[in-house]
């Protein structure tokens, strides 16, 4: 039976519990995608405060996918010694940590990146705030060959994972649904086409990092838009990842245009409201080998207990909770199990957007 705080392994990437940091943007890098000191700090606190595997924020694998200020960049080899130092601080206070890889596709725009988004198709859909341009076979490409690079780019230093984003209406998700991808060449139509970019990348980036090393995903079970990507197309494309060797799924859901049912929810005041993806991870985990994570609306050591135990997930992750309470790990393997102190207010986003993030509800509450 699992439990939380046991020692697992990911393809040889051993985990002190499994509780882990889902993937959350800072916005604390510099113009050009740069991590900062204050960052790296970042890094060392979560890791102090217990968590098994951080996952980084997003970080862009070419200029063209930027989505928002202060995001990481890892198309570039200048940025080596900023990451070796964050995984090293990462490291000597015991944690793991991936990189997580995204092209911002339709979601990105003009004003970000310089130039008109790309996208699998030029369709204006509520979650792009502009039309994008239909990416070219040669783009696509190039994008599968950033992504294969900056894998092997965090290999080198000294990331544990790289988790692709395949979640939030981002490029590989845009591939997958339906609503943003029209194409009709090889890319589009049955999921099996949808699924081919997705694909391509896996296979660029297991090809540059070897099968020894953990590729890990974060999937959307549902885009909860009309006509977007729902869960029979997610489980397809969960185990076709699965049967070609992905080594961990983290099951999310939502996008920037799914109102109410958004990837981060808000008003989790008790125990009914957490967990919000719990049911269709268990389905991606019936279809899988690989372990799966679950992300979205953890707040309470039973619930995270009873997904474990009740619904065979192997590992959780959590966001905005340990934005409040970075030791949030250690404060529950301490004994003290009282449900984290997040509000889900979604405050922390206007922090990373002006600045760097922080909890702006455990802010007002010292200023009283
Ligand atoms: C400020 C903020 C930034 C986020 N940035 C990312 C990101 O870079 N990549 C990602 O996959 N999800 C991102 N998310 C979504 C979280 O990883 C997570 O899926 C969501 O918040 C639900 O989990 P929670 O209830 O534990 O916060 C972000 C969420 C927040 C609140």
């Given at each position: 039976m699992a439990e939380i705080f046991e020692e697992t392994a990911i393809n040889g990437m051993t985990?002190?519990?499994?509780?882990?940091?889902?993937?959350?943007?800072?916005?604390?890098c510099d113009p050009e995608g740069r991590p900062t000191e204050r960052l790296i700090n970042l890094y060392r606190v979560?890791?102090?405060?217990?968590?098994?595997?951080?996952?980084?924020?997003?970080?862009?694998?070419?200029?063209?996918?930027?989505?928002?200020?202060?995001?990481?960049?890892?198309?570039?080899?200048?940025?080596?010694?900023?990451?070796?130092?964050?995984?090293?601080?990462?490291?000597?206070?015991?944690?793991?940590?991936a990189i997580q890889l995204v092209h911002g596709g339709g979601q990105?725009?003009?004003?970000?990146?310089?130039?008109?988004?790309?996208?699998?198709?030029?369709?204006k859909v509520a979650q792009f705030s502009e039309t994008p341009e239909e990416l070219t076979k040669d783009e696509i490409d190039n994008i599968v060959r950033a992504f294969g690079k900056a894998a092997d780019r965090a290999k080198s230093w000294g990331f544990d994972a790289v988790q692709l984003h395949g979640a939030h209406g981002f490029l590989i998700n845009q591939f997958l649904s339906p609503l943003t991808n029209c194409r009709t060449d090889s890319y589009g139509g049955s999921i099996e086409n949808r699924s081919r970019f997705l694909a391509e990348v896996y296979g660029k980036v297991r090809e540059m990092v070897g099968m020894g090393y953990p590729v890990l995903i974060k999937l959307n079970a549902s885009d909860f838009v009309e006509g977007g990507l729902e869960i029979d197309d997610a489980i397809y494309a969960a185990k076709k990842l699965s049967e070609t060797g992905i080594d961990?799924?983290?099951?999310?859901?939502?996008?920037?245009a799914s109102g109410a049912n958004g990837p981060a929810r808000m008003k989790i005041t008790q125990p009914d409201k957490e967990a919000y993806n719990l049911?269709?991870?268990?389905?991606?985990?019936?279809?899988?080998?690989?372990?799966?994570?679950a992300v979205g609306g953890f707040r309470s050591y039973e619930?995270?207990?009873?997904?474990?135990?009740?619904?065979?997930?192997?590992?959780?992750?959590?966001?905005?909770?340990l934005i409040r309470e970075p030791d949030l790990a250690n404060r529950w393997l301490r004994g003290d199990r009282s449900p984290a102190k997040c509000i889900s207010c979604n405050g922390c986003f206007m922090g990373s957007l002006k600045g760097g993030i922080y909890c702006i509800t455990e802010k007002k509450e010292k200023e009283e």
């Open positions: 985990m002190r519990n499994r509780l882990v940091r889902s993937a959350t943007w800072e916005g604390m979560l890791a102090e405060g217990g968590i098994g595997l951080i996952i980084t924020s997003y970080a862009y694998v070419q200029p063209d996918g930027k989505h928002n200020i202060g995001q990481m960049g890892i198309y570039t080899d200048d940025f080596a010694n900023d990451y070796k130092q964050m995984t090293r601080a990462v490291h000597d206070a015991g944690s793991k940590i990105s725009d003009e004003k970000t990146t310089g130039r008109k988004p790309l996208a699998p198709s030029a369709v961990a799924i983290e099951v999310s859901a939502g996008t920037p049911e269709p991870a268990r389905r991606i985990k019936g279809a899988v080998v690989c372990p799966v994570m619930v995270v207990e009873r997904a474990l135990k009740d619904y065979g997930i192997d590992y959780i992750s959590m966001s905005r909770p």
